[in-house]
Each structure stands twice: as structure tokens, then as C-alpha cells.
């Protein structure tokens, strides 16, 4: 029984030694794309719909030279900038189901079509879920965001017990414009880098 024990701290030993030689490390992430519908324009600030629609498009790096990565669970959220993150996004694909598998020194784009309840926000008869706490910049046809991701994120080498890990990506301060054509918010100033470490 003794011998067992010593085996089974040995093993846990060789593999807590060969985890810190492979010194696993985050993927990167870059938000390519960020598009709303649904926001209040200048006209119908009074009366907002009831969704708001979302897309969102990143790139995911993996930049482990000898681990493949694998991401799931994805939770996304959206917010105005310096704010909580009020806006849960869900989606009909269950995006938190998929998974994404990201060979080594490799890279793989992200496409989330999501969605969100602006009424069943309104936590007073006061409060405006639909003007999404951005106040005045939306009558100047533009605001600043924020995207926020947690994941959980499996790190795997060849036939080495895989380890498992949660990130959190942050990717602040996304300027979108409201297009006088479409009616729907874009990201004004293109692909932004994001922010992202170990929960």
C-alpha cells in the first residue's frame, strides 16, 4: 500500500515537472470585427426593440510551440466601456458547446452570432436598458465598447495528460459608428488586440 502511494506522488511529481518545462501559455486573441443592431438611433431613442444583435469576429494565436490548444466553454459579454459588464450574449449554436482546436504555433478565427434581451435588463421603471448606458455619444452617432470572454482552454501534447485552464480576454475600447445606410454599429478603427490572462 505504502509502494502504491509512492508511485501514484511519483507520477504527480513527473507530471507537475513536465507541465512547468512546457510552460503553457494563454492563446492571444484579436477582435476583427464588431457589428450591432438593434441599438436606439437619434429617432426611436424612446422606443427601443426588444434584442439587440450581435456579431463578433476574432483571431485566435496559439503561441505554444510544442502544445495544441483546445477552447470552450465561451461566455461572451458586452458593455460600454468603464462599466460592469451588463449584457450576458447568447446564442441559437450554443456557442458555449463548441469547441475550437488550434494546433501549435497556429491560428484560428472566432465567429459569434449572438444576441441579447434589452428589456429584461431594466432593473427600475427609470432605467433605459435599450440606451445601453452610453448617454450622450449616441446621439453623436458613435460609443465605445467593451467585449469581454471567459473560456476554458485544454492544453494537450501528444499522449500527455492534457491540462485544463480558464482564461479571461478583455478587448476595450472598441469605437463603433452607427452607418447612416445600414442603421447597424460597426467598429470604426478596425482589428483591435486584446488582453487576456489565466482566471
Known amino acids: 500500500m505504502q509502494s502504491l502511494v ?23 486573441f484579436r477582435l476583427d470585427s464588431l457589428s450591432l443592431s438593434g441599438l436606439p438611433n437619434n429617432s426611436d431613442a424612446s422606443s427601443p426593440p426588444p434584442k439587440l444583435h450581435v456579431k463578433i469576429q ?10 495544441d490548444v483546445i477552447i470552450e466553454d465561451v461566455n461572451l459579454c458586452l458593455a460600454p466601456v468603464h462599466r460592469k459588464c451588463q449584457l450576458p450574449l447568447s446564442s441559437h449554436n450554443r456557442t458555449s ?9 497556429s491560428r484560428q478565427v472566432l465567429f459569434f452570432k449572438l444576441q441579447t434581451d434589452l428589456r429584461s435588463r431594466s432593473r427600475t421603471r427609470r432605467q433605459r436598458p435599450s440606451q445601453f448606458a452610453v448617454g450622450e455619444d449616441l446621439r453623436k452617432g458613435s460609443a465605445v465598447m467593451l467585449v469581454k470572454m471567459k473560456a476554458s482552454v485544454k492544453f494537450m501534447h501528444a ?40 482566471a
Request: hydrophobic fraction near 40%; charged fraction near 20%; include cysteine.
Open 6 to 28: 509512492l508511485l501514484v506522488v511519483l507520477i504527480g511529481a513527473v507530471i507537475a515537472i513536465a507541465w512547468l518545462f512546457l510552460n503553457p501559455r494563454p492563446p492571444m
Open 58 to 67: 476574432l483571431t485566435a494565436t496559439n503561441p505554444n510551440k510544442k502544445l
Open 97 to 105: 458547446s463548441l469547441e475550437y482546436h488550434i494546433s501549435k504555433r
Open 159 to 198: 499522449y500527455w495528460p492534457s491540462k485544463q485552464a480558464s482564461v479571461e480576454v478583455g478587448c476595450e475600447d472598441l469605437s463603433v459608428r452607427l452607418s447612416s445606410s445600414t442603421r447597424i454599429w460597426e467598429l470604426k478603427d478596425g482589428e483591435k488586440d486584446c488582453s487576456v490572462h489565466f
